[in-house]
């Protein structure tokens, strides 16, 4: 296959949605707003069901040769398309700030994160398993690629949680159609459109639309996988879409990770990390602390350490300003469930040790960082995600008493404990209902461990081997030897 793999893009131009190495125009176009400024971007595509249709028949007729060409091939190109973006870093980094409203170092992180993923996944073969070998036959396990996948993506990481599905579809011989999120359209156009002069027609394609093209896709009779990422009443409503033509689906939702401090730990030492992560990205990110529980022994030490290093370090602003961590929220709707947070936290007297405001009468989406001092546990601000950059401390005074609470909500994505003593630290950590669990850390992603939710925060894994297998149908391949001789 030949590969050039260094073309450039142009951020300003959004030509169609991308079908069959093509760019497709669409009747009408719509946009989204920068939500530091709240000035427009640029129109980008409105795709009609009819443009799903005729890019399901394309992927339908690409799987046919791209299923049969060898993880050799398909390597190659996964890592050309990772060169050519990392060509074109600089200006998607610019355009994810732009879209996102995510701070530009954090942008750095998701490309970062971007190129290494796709260079990982590369390397990543789901070979036949032997599952009994005699003198009389062999049964192999194999991995057959399913077809048509659909990935439906959300706002707050375009890029990584895009290609972080294309990747594994790709790499195990599938063909994808990738939906961006109706906020966040630009990345992940701009992404597939690298990808067109280094995939065949028809392997990977992307659609932007409204609200209509993500229930047009898990409804389709041939798409044969949704792999989404969002919110847990969003995951419901696919999940029970994808059940009426028996589609397989992978879910990646909500979560409201509890953070658990033991009253051994080094305050100064952990509490950079615990700070980077509640607050990056404005808290708009599905795995970061959401519940931090402090032993009653270190509490009010770690809030009033919390409380300074927070307003030392962790700045508001426009995603471009230097030294940046909490960017705008990224769009109106979820700015107004944030402020509701905040007048809830208020209205209901709550203590408060960081009183972050919701900037309101300047333009942009911000809320600055705020810390609740111990609500109780049924109120809002610990049962919901608030995504946005406010978060409760809560007391606690035994092992079992915190794991009971922490693992008390109906969904379980990441959690972890902080300890010096590990062998508790790791006991603790074992009884934690999450899909991620870590000892001293947060917030650890890699692409070959496989991530995803207990509960309700999501069904199957992706990434890691366990991620690709999900693309993939298990054909136990029966093979009698004697029976001719
Ligand atoms: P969302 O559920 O509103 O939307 C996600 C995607 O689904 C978008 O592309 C949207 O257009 C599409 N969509 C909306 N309705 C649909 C329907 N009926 N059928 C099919 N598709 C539909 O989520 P969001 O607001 O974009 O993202 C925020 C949420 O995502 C948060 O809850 C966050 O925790 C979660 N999230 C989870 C992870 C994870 O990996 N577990 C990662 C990031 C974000």
């Not at 009408?28 to 795709?47: G, H, Q, S, V, Y």
């Not at 599905?165 to 690298?194: H, Q, R, W």
């Not at 996988?225 to 994808?242: E, M």
């Amino acid at each position: 296959m030949a590969v050039i793999s260094k073309p450039s893009i142009d951020i300003q131009s959004y030509p169609g949605n991308i079908i069959n190495g093509k760019f497709v125009p669409t009747a009408k176009t719509r946009n989204t707003i920068d939500p530091a400024t709240e000035k427009p971007l640029w129109p980008a595509p409105f795709a009609t069901k009819e443009d799903l249709d005729v890019a399901v028949k394309h992927a339908k007729n690409a799987f046919k040769t791209w299923s049969q060409t060898t993880f050799q091939e398909r390597s190659e190109l996964m890592l050309a398309y990772a060169d050519a973006i990392e060509a074109n870093r600089e200006e998607l980094e610019k355009l994810d700030t732009m879209e996102t409203g995510k701070p530009a170092l954090v942008s750095k992180t998701e490309f970062n994160n971007v190129i290494q993923w796709l260079r990982a996944f590369a390397t990543m073969e789901l070979k036949d398993e032997i599952l009994e070998e005699n003198d009389e036959r062999t049964v192999y396990g194999t991995h057959r690629p399913l077809g048509v996948c659909g990935a439906i993506v959300p706002w707050n990481w375009p890029a990584l949680l895009g290609l972080g599905k294309v990747g594994p579809a790709l790499m195990t011989g599938n063909t994808i159609i990738m939906k961006p999120s109706p906020f966040s359209p630009y990345t992940d156009l701009k992404l597939c459109e690298l990808g067109m002069s280094i995939f065949p027609p028809g392997v990977f394609q992307a659609l932007s639309g409204d609200d209509a093209l993500g229930p047009w896709m898990t409804d389709h009779p041939d798409i044969r996988l949704i792999t989404f990422t969002g919110s847990v009443r969003t995951g419901k409503l696919v999940a029970a879409s994808c059940s009426r033509t028996l589609k397989r689906c992978v879910l990646e939702l909500g979560g409201n990770d509890a953070l658990i401090v033991c009253e051994d730990v080094d305050i100064p030492k952990c509490l950079p990390k615990i700070a980077t992560m509640t607050f990056i990205n404005s808290g708009q990110i599905c795995m970061l602390a959401k519940r931090i529980f402090v032993h009653e022994k270190i509490y009010d030490q770690f809030r009033d350490a919390l409380v300074e290093f927070t307003k030392e370090n962790i700045k508001t602003g426009g995603g471009f300003e230097p030294g940046v961590l909490v960017g705008p929220i990224q769009n109106k709707m979820q700015f107004d469930l944030v402020k509701d947070m905040y007048q809830d936290v208020k209205k209901s007297g709550y203590k408060v040790a960081l009183d972050g405001k919701i900037l309101d009468s300047s333009t942009g989406y911000f809320a600055e960082p705020a810390i609740v001092d111990n609500p109780p546990d049924d109120s809002r601000i610990v049962l919901e995600e608030p995504f946005g950059p406010i978060v409760p401390l809560l007391k606690w005074s035994s092992d079992a008493e915190v794991i009971e609470r922490a693992n008390s909500l109906d969904i379980g994505l990441g959690a972890s404990v902080w300890g010096k003593d590990l062998e508790r630290a790791e006991r603790m950590a074992r009884q934690l209902s999450a899909g991620s669990v870590w000892v001293n850390s947060h917030f650890d992603v890699a692409p070959n461990i496989p991530f995803g939710g207990t509960k309700e925060s999501g069904l199957g894994r992706e990434w890691g081997i366990e991620g690709f297998k999900q693309f993939t149908d298990h054909t136990s391949l029966w093979v009698w030897k004697k029976i001719f001789e």
